[in-house]
């Protein structure tokens, strides 16, 4: 498991405005990569163009080449729906489905693509549990409300809930902006078993977390505000945060900007 | 060891924190008495309804022959006879104005909430407004025109339903419309994240996640149009005999049996019309605690 995806030549737009313009990179597999960058240099909109989720917003659209190991996501036979199964998504904030029991809220995925098999529903929420490190914790009360556990228990349901259908991708949207730094720690740990298998893609605002979780680093920027974001250099995470070859990343980790 | 003596108090207190001045507190007082008064004045008319409603109307109430007969044979003069016929009538015809209602009013605000965009959206919602203010009397004008004048057939339940219909659909569509509005957008989000296509998103996520506001808004509907008099005068003429049949044949309905004796001033026809009264209050509060008790259990687990 786990692709490789190779964006070349991507603009984004909400209409007519050009948020992200002209980004081209490789995202290893079973690897992560983080994307960093100042609010609103356009890193969360390109992330969402990686699984077309960019385009369910109203005006949302996309020009160039997104490849999923030389298969074109964007090539006019493919279905978005299946590409968002091949390439999961985790957000910012925790959303379980506040309906749905934790075990309901893991088997989701699943049951509303037509998997009925009970045994293999089961199967699948205890392996996406304790993929999620979140099977001990809850495997006592699988039938309680997923609202009811705590912040950092639901993002990693939702990660339960994300790698539960199987996908070759896993992106992340800030998972850890709106938990506490013992729950970031175990998201963090998270990450770094789930990268043996997934491809993994973190937005985030938090330096040290890219530092700490990714082995390529990524910096958006923007020239000014309504102008494109652009991806200014991509590299080895070590090499971003001790050498990095363009002056303005070099500014931004060592806070002198923005 | 010791306690820890508290602070003194400062006798004198800056100026930016003193308590307010009597111009201030005169104010607030004004403001709390007329927002009281304001609050009693709206409720006394309702309390004043219930209490006539109750006094005048519930000793009838109590008789088992009220909920068991009809009015069949019973003269203004003579007392006893039920409301049977009027119940059943009321619920049947709206049980079946429910009945069409529903669907029609909740997948317009699907399409409104979910789908529509551009002119057509546009168009919709503006017609619901459009709808929301039509009287009660031009729907039923509007029904007998079609229903009597152009097609020729006869005052039945099943025409006071369907005007009913055109004045609770625009209820359901804008209380749907509001339930939906309130799920929030990154639960649909996380689920075509799961690659769960858009129908299914609606139907598993959406729909169950706004079910209590749903039914609660519908059940409102319902409790209004149960109330609707002018379609009952004008396209379902009372009768005091039970009358199960939508299709044939007069159908009497709570409304018409209270106009039916309104202008009575036999004693037995003015119980009755009370009671009448009294039941028709009773079944829309019935329906308003149902809207509750639905909306308790089914509501989002939290």
């Given amino acids: 498991m786990g692709k490789r995806i190779d964006v070349r030549d991507l603009n984004v737009y909400y209409g007519t405005f050009k948020a992200v313009e002209d980004v081209t990179m490789t995202i290893e597999p079973r690897s992560v990569t983080a994307f960093i960058g100042p609010s609103g240099c356009g890193k969360s909109t390109y992330l969402r163009t990686l699984n077309r989720m960019h385009e369910v917003v109203p005006g949302g659209r996309v020009e160039g080449y997104v490849g999923l190991d030389d298969q074109d996501l964007y090539a006019s036979s493919v279905d978005p729906v299946a590409v968002r199964r091949t390439v999961g998504m985790v957000f910012q904030r925790p959303n379980p489905f506040p309906t749905m029991s934790i075990f309901d809220n893991v088997a989701s995925g699943l049951r509303l693509n037509g998997v009925r098999n009970k045994k293999r529903l089961a199967e699948a929420v205890e392996t996406s549990l304790r993929g999620a490190n979140l099977w001990t914790e809850v495997k006592d009360r699988l039938d309680k409300p997923g609202a009811g556990l705590s912040g950092g228990q639901q993002q990693r349901l939702c990660i339960a809930r994300a790698i539960a259908v199987e996908p070759q991708v896993l992106l992340m949207d800030e998972p850890c902006s709106a938990l506490d730094p013992i729950s970031t720690l175990a998201i963090e740990d998270l990450i770094c078993q789930l990268k043996n298998r997934y491809t993994i893609v973190i937005v985030t605002h938090n330096m040290q977390q890219a530092s700490r979780v990714s082995d390529r680093t990524a910096f958006f920027n923007l020239a000014a505000t309504g102008k494109p974001g652009r991806l200014i250099e991509m590299d080895a995470t070590q090499k971003i945060f001790s050498n990095p070859s363009e002056r303005a990343t070099e500014d931004y980790i060592s806070g002198r900007f923005g | ?302």
């Fill in chain 2, 1 to 302: 060891m010791t306690a820890l003596a508290p602070p003194e108090r400062p006798t004198v207190v800056p100026a930016g924190l003193a308590k307010p001045s009597g111009r201030r507190s005169v104010t607030n007082l004004a403001a709390t008495v007329l927002v009281t008064l304001a609050f009693v004045i709206a409720v006394v008319p309702l309390v004043w309804i219930l209490w006539t409603v109750l006094s005048k109307g519930l000793t009838l109430l109590f008789d088992q022959q009220w909920w068991l007969n009809s009015q069949r044979g019973i003269t203004s003069r003579r007392e006893g006879g039920g409301a049977y016929h009027a119940i059943l009538g009321t619920l049947l015809q709206a049980a079946v104005t429910a009945l069409i209602s529903v669907p029609i009013g909740v997948l317009t605000a699907i399409y409104l909430v979910e789908y529509g965009r551009g002119r057509l959206a546009r168009a919709v919602s503006f017609m619901v407004d459009i709808l929301t203010g039509i009287p009660s009397i031009v729907a039923a004008l509007f029904i007998y025109a079609l229903w009597v004048t152009t097609f020729g057939l006869d005052r039945v339940g099943v025409s006071v339903s369907f005007a009913l219909v055109l004045l609770m659909v625009p209820v359901v569509v804008r209380s749907t419309e509001e339930m939906l509005k309130l799920v929030p957008n990154e639960l649909r989000e996380a689920s075509y994240a799961l690659g769960v296509p858009k129908w299914r998103t609606i139907s598993s996520i959406v729909l169950p996640t706004a079910f209590s506001g749903i039914v609660t808004g519908v059940l409102l509907g319902l409790a209004r149009v149960m109330g609707e008099t002018a379609p009952l005068l004008i396209l379902g003429p009372y009768s005091k005999s039970i009358n199960t049949d939508l299709f044939h044949g007069f159908m009497a309905a709570l409304p018409t049996m209270i106009n039916q004796d309104r202008t009575e001033a036999l004693q037995p026809a003015v119980e009755r019309v009370w009671a009448a009264a009294l039941t028709l209050v009773l079944l829309v509060m019935a329906l308003n605690i149902l809207g509750r008790v639905v909306a308790h259990f089914s509501s989002v687990r939290k």
